[in-house]
């Protein structure tokens, strides 16, 4: 029987830039639902976070932050932090332009197999949510079509 299920994942993030390996809770929904044999697509709700599929290394996501934190730099002159001159902003609208561009960079949709019951991931790779303007509660949607064992 083919199955199509949608659900989301919400959590909170502990900084301003950090990755959050959220390969568990995927794998558990797929567990709940039944699936194998399929795809997972996991959509980040937010402008600020990306999607991403790496290792889950300490010293590789320090490299990550500072790669791209290099590449968009928060203290440049964006035209997206002159909040003076943008219309209806709230009070509490952060300057995060620097993270509108890495998320651009990194994407922020994932189309994952599920083999045999398991996420199709090879042996080193995680599925990483990537804050970029934290911390904050986030939202990642799932989408999973399948067939039911």
Request: aromatic share 4%; net charge negative.
């Amino acid at each position: 029987m083919v199955i199509f299920r949608s659900s989301r994942i919400q959590l909170t993030t502990a900084s301003s830039f950090c990755c959050q390996d959220i390969t568990a809770e995927l794998q558990a929904w797929i567990d709940a639902n039944g699936i194998g044999e399929g795809v997972l697509v996991a959509a980040g709700q937010h402008t600020t976070t990306a999607l991403v599929v790496n290792e889950s290394e300490q010293r590789l996501l320090a490299d990550i932050q500072q790669h791209f934190l290099r590449l968009a730099p928060p203290g440049l002159p964006y035209q997206h932090n002159d909040l003076h001159l943008r219309p209806d902003v709230p009070a509490d609208e952060p300057r995060n332009a620097h993270a509108h561009l890495i998320a651009l960079m990194l994407g922020n949709q994932l189309s994952l197999p599920v083999v045999e019951g398991k996420l199709g991931l090879g042996r080193y790779q995680s599925v990483l949510l990537v804050e970029l303007d934290g911390p904050r509660p986030r939202q990642v949607l799932l989408q999973l079509t399948g067939v039911v064992v």
